[in-house]
């Protein structure tokens, strides 16, 4: 049903139809108004399951934001009806926070699950991450390269550039590099990186990990033991400094 | 139940006493109430004996007897006086001696003498209708029984047989002819039937209790389980119905109380769950409104530096909402729990990073000191992380001025199964009677006033996070200041 193949660039994300189900009329207009400035222009309006069912089989939008509480069903029951005929991301907008609910709704098809009071900031990014991970799969599903220091970095090709020659990543290795740069600026413990590439409650890979570490910095740190890039935080776990360069 | 068979068994032992002491005060009863004027001292074989002794005549050796006797009465005399008197006459004279004359008038009795052969030779008191001579059988009849339903005694002295008899219907006679053996075997056939009764006793005491105990065991089914709050219901019938009935309607109150107070309960949290929801909507327009606000180029700077105050405010009140809807379903117990087996040691590390991420101002300093990694504990991830945090942060609020914080994890040395995770630091401290209130809810009865800069519901959080898990939060002085909190865990051996 979804042209999802296409590639996009964002500009035509937000040629994008999108449905925003909610009873509270000023909350709907703050929503029409955020997206509206973020460039977003074919918006529909849902007061109630009902309508709001209608309006996806009639101008088939192309992302819901759904509240749980509606006057005439629950949001849940909504989203179960609405997945009987058609796939449209979900992203739900709920005044309930409890994990049940939160839960729920994930376990039922949606793509992402926000509590009120939001952000809008917050509320944008997370529309725009559900329209390019539906919309643009393509570009998502390439693995990033990047740039430290002197070197750089192809997670997609598991190769280091660096001085003209060209070092290999290990799979461990390539998979270290990717969480650690998915938390570029933060520390990710010892736990989560053993758990990215180890899998479930590996610590007894420590020593491994230690090793692993040590053989990344031989490839991307000018002096592996004054490391520049990929620090250790005592006790703790690791940390990728990336300067952003695009 | 063993209380139960207490009382059975104190039941039994009274009532193997109580039938002890029945069977001695009975002994003791026939002994002093029937056996008593069954025999009057002397027996009639005594009398019969003493009388004859104490007859003498001129002829006898025992003349010497009769010597002694002072007052004597002479049979002879009587004998001349009574019809059948032919051979007898020639006989020579008897006397009676007073101890034999006394023993026969106390029992109102008369004797006779019988000669060889079969004559009365000499009596006293002889009533008129006895004969005054008998055949070898009628001697044989009388000897044992009855003389003309005068009971008889008879004993044999020299050549005569001195008979004495009673008045009618005093005395009862009974031949006893016995076995030997029946004899010889009557103290074990007597200690048996001893024995059977104390077995009769037992068992009886043992019907009656085990019957009582049939009616005691539902009434103490039914009082344990009251005690343990299940509802309760006793068949009210037997000799204990009204306690049965009592138990019930302790049990329908308890009930009814205790569905009372968690439908309260679940009503209160219920009403905080929906004033939080009603609260949220209203907020994400004022956080919407104001963030945009802050955003937009044409808005002066000092207008959107007050439209970021407002975000600010309404995102504190955010957290607040979620707090205080968290703590009240930690509260009623309404917090769904997601268990997983997880590693403290790890939980500590996330916690501790999330703290760094977030920017930790250069005041604070964060170590880790002990961790024990092998410490499993069974709990929600979300809820024991959010715990570490509050703690945490609970230190970095309540020391403006900066301080050191120190994270371990170990095993609890003296507890086995326990564990537990010690947030440290070397800040300003809390006095130490303030301590404990800490751990109640902001504005309870036992904690009016709240410290300054924060919303209180931190630290009661994390005690009914550790509640939830089984364990709990401790909260002690730093020696050199500051203060430690432990959070104690149920661990994996």
């Given amino acids: ?246 | 139940m063993e209380g139960v068979v207490r009382i059975l068994r104190r039941f039994m032992s009274m009532t193997l006493l109580m039938f002890a002491l029945l069977l001695v005060v009975n002994i003791a009863l026939l002994a002093g109430l029937i056996f008593k004027n069954m025999n009057q001292s002397p027996s009639q074989d005594e009398v019969v004996r003493r009388v004859a002794a104490d007859i003498c005549n001129e002829a006898d050796e025992n003349m010497k007897c009769g010597s002694i006797t002072e007052d004597l009465t002479a049979i002879g005399e009587k004998q001349e006086g009574s019809r059948a008197g032919e051979k007898a006459a020639t006989a020579s004279l008897y006397w009676l001696g007073a101890k034999g004359k006394r023993l026969l008038e106390e029992h109102g009795a008369w004797m006779m003498l019988l000669g060889s052969d079969g004559q009365v030779v000499a009596n006293y008191e002889l009533p008129d209708d006895i004969p005054r001579s008998y055949g070898v059988l009628d001697a044989v009849r009388f000897s044992r029984h009855y003389l003309l339903d005068y009971p008889v005694s008879s004993w044999q002295r020299g050549e005569l047989l001195t008979v004495v008899g009673y008045p009618k219907t005093s005395v009862a006679k009974y031949q006893l002819a016995l076995p030997v053996e029946w004899v010889s075997t009557l103290p074990q056939r007597a200690l048996l039937l001893l024995l059977s009764n104390v077995l009769i006793g037992l068992l009886l005491a043992l019907l009656i209790g085990m019957r009582m105990l049939k009616a005691i065991r539902p009434l103490a089914r039914g009082i344990l389980a009251l005690s343990r709050e299940e509802p309760v219901h006793v068949e009210p019938k037997g000799v204990l119905g009204d306690l049965a009935q009592s138990i019930n309607s302790v049990s329908e109150k308890l009930q009814a109380s205790s569905l009372a107070l968690k439908q309260r309960d679940e009503a209160r949290s219920n009403w905080i769950a929906g004033i939080s929801h009603d609260i949220r909507t209203p907020l994400s327009m004022v956080l919407g409104y104001a963030s945009e606000l802050e955003e937009h180029d044409e808005v002066p700077a000092e207008q959107r530096q007050q439209a970021g105050i407002i975000r600010q405010q309404g995102e504190k009140l955010r957290h607040l909402v979620s707090d205080l809807n968290l703590v009240s379903m930690l509260e009623y117990e309404m917090q769904p729990l997601h268990i997983k087996t997880l590693r403290l040691s790890a939980l500590a590390r996330l916690a501790a990073s999330d703290l760094l991420n977030h920017g930790l101002d250069a005041r604070f300093s964060l170590s880790l000191r002990e961790m024990d990694e092998r410490v499993r504990v069974q709990g929600d991830e979300r809820l024991l992380l959010r715990a570490i945090s509050n703690l945490l942060n609970n230190s970095i609020r309540h020391n403006p001025q900066g301080c050191e914080l120190f994270l371990a994890v170990c095993k609890k040395q003296d507890l086995p199964g326990r564990c537990e995770l010690i947030v440290e630091d070397s800040g300003r401290g809390v006095p130490e009677e303030e301590l404990p209130k800490l751990l109640d809810l902001p504005y309870s009865s036992a904690r009016r006033r709240l410290a300054a800069g924060g919303h209180g519901l931190g630290l009661p959080m994390v005690a009914r996070i550790a509640w939830a898990h089984q364990g709990r939060l401790e909260l002690l002085p730093r020696s050199g200041g500051g203060l430690i909190a432990r959070l104690e865990l149920p661990c994996e051996e």
């Fill in chain 1, 1 to 246: 049903m979804y042209n999802r193949g296409q590639v996009m660039d964002m500009d035509m994300l937000k040629d994008r139809k999108i449905l925003v189900v909610d009873d509270e009329p000023p909350l709907r207009q703050m929503l029409d108004a955020l997206l509206r400035k973020e460039g977003f222009y074919r918006i529909y309006m849902a007061q109630d399951g009902a309508s709001a069912l209608a309006c996806i089989r009639t101008d088939k939008p192309e992302l819901v934001i759904l509240d749980v509480m509606l006057p005439d069903m629950d949001g849940f029951e909504l989203l179960a009806a609405i997945r009987r005929f058609s796939s449209v991301p979900v992203l739900y907008l709920s005044a309930r926070g409890e994990d049940e609910d939160r839960l729920l709704g994930l376990g039922l098809g949606a793509d992402d699950y926000m509590v009120k009071p939001f952000l809008p900031r917050e509320l944008l990014l997370r529309v725009m991450a559900i329209m390019k991970r539906v919309y643009a799969p393509v570009v998502a599903e390439s693995l990033p390269s990047f740039i430290l220091g002197a070197c750089s970095v192809d997670l997609e090709q598991a190769t280091i550039q660096r001085e003209g020659s060209e070092l290999s990543l290990t799979p461990k290795e390539r998979g270290l590099l990717l969480k650690l740069y998915e938390h570029r600026g933060r520390i990710v413990t010892t736990d989560a990186l053993c758990q990215a590439v180890w899998g479930d409650d590996a610590y007894s890979y420590e020593n491994t990990l230690m090793v692993h570490i040590r053989r990344i910095r031989e490839k991307i740190e000018r002096d592996a033991s004054s490391p520049q890039h990929l620090l250790t935080v005592r006790g703790l776990g690791y940390k990728l400094i990336v300067k952003e360069t695009s």
